[in-house]
């Protein structure tokens, strides 16, 4: 068991966390595929809180390498970009629209993995092993899910419109690269 408290290994304790982040961000697009959105968002929550213990993991024991920097980024690729708009185009747009608008919508949703991606990319390519900023500059992928499951909930109870997510989800999208500083916690 030595090997999860050694930084060089693939398999440390910090990267089991963020292989469990994968799962759930897995699991949590296939329960969209079969139109169970309760299970997906409780998944990808689990993600949310396997990427928060991560890090934190990562930094008390000293296990930060370079490959546990890129399965982070992958993890929150999918666990707080694809499993949202996914999730959001299934359940919202997909039931709302048809032809144009849903071309649109597709646009938009493309828009905004395209978005996250870079972002993570981006923080890669800037960012030291083990270290953390005081700030982030633009919104990190994880409240931008955040945000994006906002915007779902007040589709679902009927107080934002099918029109309104996609324009929000640009919005959003936008934000991730934007200059926006957001306070890291």
Same mark, same amino acid.
């Given at each position: %068991?030595?090997?999860?408290?050694?930084?060089?290994?693939?398999?440390?304790?910090?990267?089991? +966390?963020?292989?469990?982040?994968?799962?759930?961000?897995?699991?949590?697009?296939?329960?969209?595929?079969?139109? =169970?959105?309760?299970?997906?968002?409780?998944?990808?929550?689990?993600?949310?809180?396997?990427?928060?213990?991560?890090?934190? @993991?990562?930094?008390?024991?000293?296990?930060? =390498?370079? +490959?546990?920097?890129?399965?982070?980024?992958?993890?929150? +690729?999918?666990?707080?970009?694809?499993?949202?708009?996914?999730?959001? +185009?299934?359940?919202?747009?997909?039931?709302?629209?048809?032809?144009? %608008?849903?071309?649109?919508?597709?646009?938009?949703?493309?828009?905004?993995?395209?978005?996250?991606?870079?972002?993570? @990319?981006?923080?890669?390519?800037?960012?030291?092993?083990?270290?953390?900023a005081k700030y982030f500059i633009g919104v990190p992928t994880p409240l931008g899910a955040i945000l994006l499951w906002l915007v779902y909930l007040a589709n679902i109870y009927g107080v934002l419109p099918s029109f309104g997510v996609i @324009?929000? %989800?640009?919005? @959003?999208?936008?934000?991730?690269?934007?200059?926006?500083?957001?306070?890291?916690?």
């Amino acid at each position: %068991m030595k090997f999860l408290f050694t930084p060089s290994s693939h398999f440390n304790l910090a990267n089991m +966390f963020t292989f469990v982040n994968i799962t759930a961000g897995l699991l949590a697009t296939y329960f969209i595929t079969q139109n =169970n959105f309760f299970l997906a968002i409780i998944l990808a929550w689990v993600g949310g809180a396997f990427d928060i213990f991560d890090g934190k @993991i990562a930094r008390k024991f000293k296990l930060s =390498n370079d +490959f546990g920097v890129q399965l982070d980024s992958f993890a929150d +690729f999918l666990s707080f970009v694809l499993v949202p708009v996914f999730l959001i +185009f299934q359940a919202v747009y997909s039931v709302s629209y048809d032809g144009a %608008m849903l071309i649109a919508a597709a646009v938009v949703s493309i828009y905004y993995v395209i978005s996250g991606l870079r972002r993570l @990319i981006h923080f890669n390519l800037s960012t030291e092993v083990g270290g953390v900023a005081k700030y982030f500059i633009g919104v990190p992928t994880p409240l931008g899910a955040i945000l994006l499951w906002l915007v779902y909930l007040a589709n679902i109870y009927g107080v934002l419109p099918s029109f309104g997510v996609i @324009i929000l %989800m640009a919005a @959003i999208g936008w934000s991730l690269n934007s200059t926006i500083k957001v306070r890291h916690p």
